[in-house]
């Protein structure tokens, strides 16, 4: 079994003395060792996969450099894109990252606080209100694709609204006046995403989109838009509100013999799930900006965890359009799905 470096092993190598290790990887340097010397150390431990011990480290500092997430799964799945991006922030900040379910297991919040966890990230599968637990409100939080009722917290979210309207926008652009949407039953984010249509279809002084509520199964898409394809209003293009719901509609154009986009646009709403980057044709897709928010979310954690709690802000994050092949200008004659 090999031998774990120590800090004197890194002073050896580095030809200093062991105080001056502590104080470079501790971040003590500036002013009592020299750059060459603050290298050489640097370069030592890089060699020896040297990694101060973090027991010790808290003790020290009074913090275990660990961070709480509390997060649950949906009716679909956890928030795996969002977890991953939080997970890829915090490895770059130097933190470790603990998660527990917050809703199916909520005694464990307290198990966190009793390994003294520094602060914690809330993240959401879905847009909610999610009222922070009292004791979590005690140590610095930020909250990720959630809000807080009673402003307890910092939140991070994307633009729901904005993300629908663009997805309209994107359509109108390419000349579509008759669009359809097929929406989830029910959720924050569905609902607001349909605002975003129906605002930035009024606004082109163009008749209401047709709205169907179409569940959150790939099945219920396809279902949906069979219906929405055969009645007496087909539209040119749809914006679905989630990935499952852009294949369910895939796969009835598919069976009614059409064609995406000759014969029906499509625009999607992510979810994180990687879906309609992977379908055939590319759906177009109004992206969440998960690695951005997850950046700015773990910025904001430690800004606080270094200069005590901060003022409690409400951040909105812009849902970028990502151009793929299932939008195409409208046919010049109706479609119909006979």
Not at 19 to 26: D, F, G, I
Not at 138 to 165: H, I, K, Q, R, Y
Not at 268 to 279: C, H, V
């Amino acid at each position: 079994m090999t031998r774990r470096a120590t800090a004197q092993d890194v002073a050896d190598l580095a030809g200093v003395s062991r105080s001056a290790v502590s104080l470079v990887l501790n971040g003590r340097a500036d002013g009592n060792i020299s750059r060459a010397k603050q290298e050489a150390v640097r370069e030592a431990a890089l060699q020896l996969h040297y990694t101060p011990n973090a027991v010790a480290l808290s003790l020290r500092s009074k913090r275990t450099e660990t961070i709480g997430v509390l997060t649950w799964p949906d009716h679909r799945h956890m928030p795996l894109s969002l977890l991953g991006a939080i997970y890829e922030a915090a490895s770059s900040a130097g933190y470790l990252l603990m998660m527990v379910d917050a809703l199916q297991r909520p005694w464990q919040v307290d198990a966190l606080l009793d390994r003294r966890v520094d602060g914690f990230v809330v993240v959401a599968p879905e847009l909610v209100d999610f009222p922070l637990p009292e004791t979590v409100t005690a140590v610095p939080t930020v909250m990720v694709n959630c809000l807080d009722p009673s402003l307890g917290a910092s939140s991070l979210v994307p633009d729901e609204v904005g993300a629908g309207a663009s997805a309209a926008q994107h359509l109108l652009a390419a000349g579509h006046h008759r669009l359809g949407v097929l929406a989830g039953t029910a959720g924050l984010a569905s609902e607001r995403r349909v605002q975003g249509v129906v605002r930035a279809v009024e606004s082109a002084g163009l008749p209401p989109p047709v709205v169907l509520r179409a569940g959150h199964k790939i099945e219920d898409g396809h279902a949906a838009a069979r219906r929405l394809l055969e009645s007496e209003q087909v539209p040119s293009a749809l914006v679905c509100t989630h990935e499952r719901l852009a294949l369910g509609a895939l796969l009835a154009v598919a069976d009614l013999g059409l064609r995406v986009p000759e014969d029906l646009s499509l625009v999607s709403l992510d979810d994180g799930e990687d879906l309609a980057g992977r379908l055939v044709p590319a759906i177009d897709l109004v992206e969440r900006p998960d690695r951005v928010i997850a950046t700015h979310a773990l910025d904001l954690l430690v800004e606080q965890l270094r200069q005590g709690h901060s003022a409690v802000r409400r951040l909105t994050f812009v849902c970028p359009v990502r151009q793929g092949a299932s939008v195409a200008p409208p046919r010049l004659r109706a479609l119909h799905a006979g």
